[in-house]
């Protein structure tokens, strides 16, 4: 049992646990000086462009005039280049693609992600497209934990267009931090977006609204994508969703048309509410539990969606790893701490891990 006075012990020691960590995060707010953006707001006549430049809101407005795209915008050192102002979804299903890297669970290392492409020649020397027709997937996770969020998303954005005509393609899925941002669950945001969002006097999920560049290219991207015969997702798919013989558009369409809770009329209820709980396919890590996925549901999910492998992040892992006989690929390959990453590759059959270093290593079953 445990006594009263242990527990006003214990609450004490909270406390002052709690007031440490405030004080070492306001002083890690009050020593980083922030240079971010640009954050562009979408008017019927103009576009609204903010930039924090070093520690400075710079605020300017931009003539609306879409016969003059792509658009290029330059300061405080950053670069963002947009070809569209509206967004369409993205399909969802993909055959008879020659190759394909996966990679995933980014969460802002903006250098670390350009090494990694780089030395596996996704992109050339100069950050351009360099996988001509081929397919690279982004299973979500862009978001949070470091401090060059949006620099990759402006990155990705441009590098989408260079992929497209190219004619290859780059797939960014939506994971779980995509969703949290989106709709106000901030808890993991890097002190530096903390500030951003002081500085530019707004919430951080609002500089992604439906009035923005970014909020919308974001809300236009899928939950899954089903390329040839292995199927992506950032967390996974219960076993139920086969019993139940749920399809891939449903699941896709159900979660996107309920993304963002306070932008429907109610909350979220039903199958749409199940989605973005735990066993939905952002959140699900049942693949990797001694209590989660049996083999013989991972085959019935197999054979439901007429898939031989199923491809996922969110769990993380040392390197690029298998469960299941090789059935389940794990590519969140810990990119998220900085120090070291790897992509996946498809290709004639064959899976092979593409190191920091760029050396390709069979993927072990």
């Known amino acids: 049992m445990i ?16 007031l440490l960590a405030n004080q070492v995060h306001a002083k890690s707010l009050k020593d980083e000086r922030v240079t971010d953006g640009p954050y562009i ?21 931009l003539k609306l005039e879409e016969d003059s795209l792509p658009y290029s915008f330059n300061a405080c050192g950053l670069t963002a280049i947009t070809s569209q102002l509206h967004f369409d979804e993205q399909l969802i299903e993909y055959q008879n693609v020659k190759r394909v890297a996966a990679l995933s669970d980014l969460h802002g290392q903006y250098e670390l992600m350009l090494t990694l492409l780089k030395n596996n020649k996704i992109i050339d020397k100069n950050n351009r497209w360099a996988f001509a027709d081929g397919h690279f997937v982004i299973t979500g996770d862009i978001f949070d934990r470091g401090d060059k969020v949006t620099e990759i998303l402006w990155f990705i954005h441009d590098l989408e267009k260079q992929a497209e005509q190219a004619g290859g393609k ?24 903390v ?10 999920d609002q500089l992604f609204n439906q009035q923005t560049i970014l909020g919308r290219w974001l809300r236009s991207k899928p939950v899954l994508v089903k390329i040839n015969d292995h199927l992506y997702a950032h967390g996974g798919f219960h076993p139920q969703l086969a019993e139940d013989k749920v399809t891939l558009d449903t699941i ?77 690929i794990a590519i969140d390959s810990n990119i998220k701490k900085g120090k070291y990453g790897e992509v ?11 190191t920091l270093k760029g050396k390709r290593k069979p993927l072990k079953r």
């Open 252 to 328: 896709n369409k159900t979660f996107k048309s309920h993304l963002v809770e306070k932008e429907l009329p109610k909350k979220r209820e039903g199958f749409a509410r199940y989605l973005h709980k735990t066993h939905g396919p952002i959140w699900y890590r049942g693949y990797f539990k001694d209590d989660g996925a049996t083999a013989e549901e991972l085959d019935l999910l197999l054979k439901h969606f007429d898939v031989n492998h199923i491809v996922v992040g969110h769990t993380s892992q040392k390197k690029i790893e298998t469960r299941f006989n090789g059935k389940v």
């Open 41 to 61: 707001d979408v008017h019927n006549k103009a576009l609204s462009v903010n930039w924090i430049c070093d520690d400075q809101v710079k605020r300017t407005q």
């Open 3 to 18: 006594t009263s006075r242990l527990l006003r012990t214990l609450s004490a020691a909270m406390c002052t646990s709690l």
């Open 170 to 193: 780059i797939h960014l899925l939506l994971g779980n931090h995509e969703v949290m941002v989106l709709n106000g669950d901030l808890r993991y945001l890097h002190p530096k977006y």
């Open 195 to 204: 500030k951003a969002e002081q500085l530019l006097e707004t919430p951080f």
């Open 344 to 354: 996946l590759f498809i290709e004639n059959g064959k899976h092979e891990r593409g």
